[in-house]
């Protein structure tokens, strides 16, 4: 029966179960310091290996997640439905700065007609004349009712 030994290697510092020169028994105990060293060592390397591998597990699950055939049919189907909202925005805010432009003109008209109007109540005003048919179908034109006739005319 062979007899074997654990052999401390200086250079590495592990210890290797070897065959005994002289046959004799090696008690753990002699040992035990260095034992204890690689077994503190070993679970310090399992529980950074376990680290690192939890969370290379996350990232891949997240990657598989993400480049799965149903969440990129989702993505999809998400993207056009924005892309068709913002169609329709943006079709909208068109016809919005369309109206904005109409209503604008429209009120430049309005203003330019007040103007007109103004004007012809001061020249009924500086001329006293509060039945002058000239000035009141100027205004009757601009209100848009019908012209005054003089008594001529009737």
């Given at each position: 029966?062979?007899?074997?030994?654990?052999?401390?290697?200086?250079?590495?510092?592990?210890?290797?179960?070897?065959?005994?020169?002289?046959?004799?028994?090696?008690?753990?105990?002699?040992?035990?310091?260095?034992?204890?060293?690689?077994?503190?060592?070993?679970?310090?390397?399992?529980?950074?290996?376990?680290?690192?591998?939890?969370?290379?597990?996350?990232?891949?699950?997240?990657?598989?997640?993400?480049?799965?055939?149903?969440?990129?049919?989702?993505?999809?189907?998400?993207?056009?439905?924005?892309?068709?909202?913002?169609?329709?925005?943006?079709?909208g805010l068109a016809n919005y700065?369309?109206?904005?432009?109409?209503?604008?003109?429209?009120?430049?008209?309005?203003?330019?007609?007040?103007?007109?109007?103004?004007?012809?109540?001061?020249?009924?005003?500086?001329?006293?004349?509060?039945?002058?048919?000239?000035?009141?179908?100027?205004?009757?034109?601009?209100?848009?009712?019908?012209?005054?006739?003089?008594?001529?005319?009737?």
């Amino acid at each position: 029966m062979k007899r074997y030994q654990l052999i401390l290697r200086g250079d590495t510092g592990l210890i290797e179960l070897g065959e005994h020169p002289e046959g004799n028994w090696v008690h753990y105990k002699d040992h035990e310091e260095v034992i204890q060293r690689q077994a503190n060592a070993a679970r310090s390397g399992m529980d950074a290996a376990k680290a690192i591998s939890s969370h290379q597990l996350k990232a891949a699950a997240r990657l598989n997640a993400e480049s799965s055939p149903d969440a990129l049919e989702s993505e999809r189907q998400a993207n056009a439905k924005l892309t068709q909202e913002l169609s329709l925005a943006e079709e909208g805010l068109a016809n919005y700065e369309e109206e904005v432009q109409v209503r604008m003109k429209m009120m430049q008209q309005k203003d330019a007609e007040n103007e007109r109007l103004r004007d012809l109540l001061r020249n009924v005003r500086d001329h006293g004349c509060n039945e002058c048919l000239e000035c009141a179908v100027a205004i009757n034109r601009l209100i848009g009712a019908p012209e005054p006739q003089t008594a001529e005319h009737k």
